[in-house]
């Protein structure tokens, strides 16, 4: 039985004839490089521009929320003694306080 002298000899016979070219073969190794095991990679790419979206709804939806948070409170800023007289029934000394609830 005769061996050959390259143990790599037998690996490179068994590939399929395209890849038996070194160009596509180095080739086919890059890609497989850049697309799963790059810092860049594809993976990477598509995880971070996930979060990109991700993280751009939640500004919008905290921009939202910041926008209703001032209204309320330019409101509050113009009702205090509303707010004050319903909440904690201040009143005046010469003067009653009634309170009417609506039930929807």
């Given at each position: 039985m005769a061996f050959s002298s390259n143990p790599w000899q037998a690996v490179w016979n068994r590939l399929p004839a395209p890849l038996q070219?070194?160009?596509?073969?180095?080739?086919?190794?890059?890609?497989?490089?850049?697309?799963?095991?790059?810092?860049?990679?594809?993976?990477?790419?598509?995880?971070?521009?996930?979060s990109q979206k991700q993280l751009e709804a939640d500004k919008t939806y905290y921009q939202g929320k910041i926008k209703e948070a001032r209204e309320e409170a330019e409101d509050f800023e113009l009702t205090k003694e509303k707010f004050a007289r319903e909440h904690y029934?201040?009143?005046?000394?010469?003067?009653?306080?009634?309170?009417?609830?609506?039930?929807?």
């Open positions: 070219n070194r160009y596509y073969l180095t080739l086919v190794i890059f890609l497989f490089i850049m697309v799963f095991l790059d810092r860049h990679s594809l993976w990477t790419q598509w995880r971070l521009w996930r029934y201040m009143k005046r000394a010469d003067e009653e306080v009634f309170i009417i609830k609506e039930e929807k």
